[in-house]
């Protein structure tokens, strides 16, 4: 699970569960330890569908505390 926690892409779907649609590009099948750079980007398209759904930026945590 954390495998796949750590990719963003879980996020990205379960935002898209809420309400379909709401991300359309989503970077998947790839590694996070590969390819951090996509998994950040799915992390930033995560937190904007957040702030379209209308959750507060102030509930927001830092990206840099996701993984110790």
């Given at each position: 699970?954390?495998?796949?926690?750590?990719?963003?892409?879980?996020?990205?779907d379960?935002?898209?569960?809420?309400?379909?649609?709401?991300?359309?590009?989503?970077?998947?099948?790839?590694?996070?330890?590969?390819?951090?750079?996509?998994?950040?980007?799915?992390?930033?398209?995560?937190?904007?569908?957040?702030?379209?759904?209308?959750?507060?930026?102030?509930?927001?945590?830092?990206?840099?505390?996701?993984?110790?």
């Amino acid at each position: 699970l954390w495998l796949q926690l750590e990719t963003g892409e879980v996020l990205c779907d379960l935002v898209n569960k809420i309400k379909p649609g709401t991300i359309e590009n989503v970077n998947s099948s790839f590694s996070a330890h590969s390819q951090p750079a996509h998994a950040m980007e799915n992390f930033y398209i995560y937190l904007e569908a957040l702030q379209e759904l209308g959750v507060a930026t102030s509930s927001f945590s830092s990206s840099s505390g996701l993984k110790s």
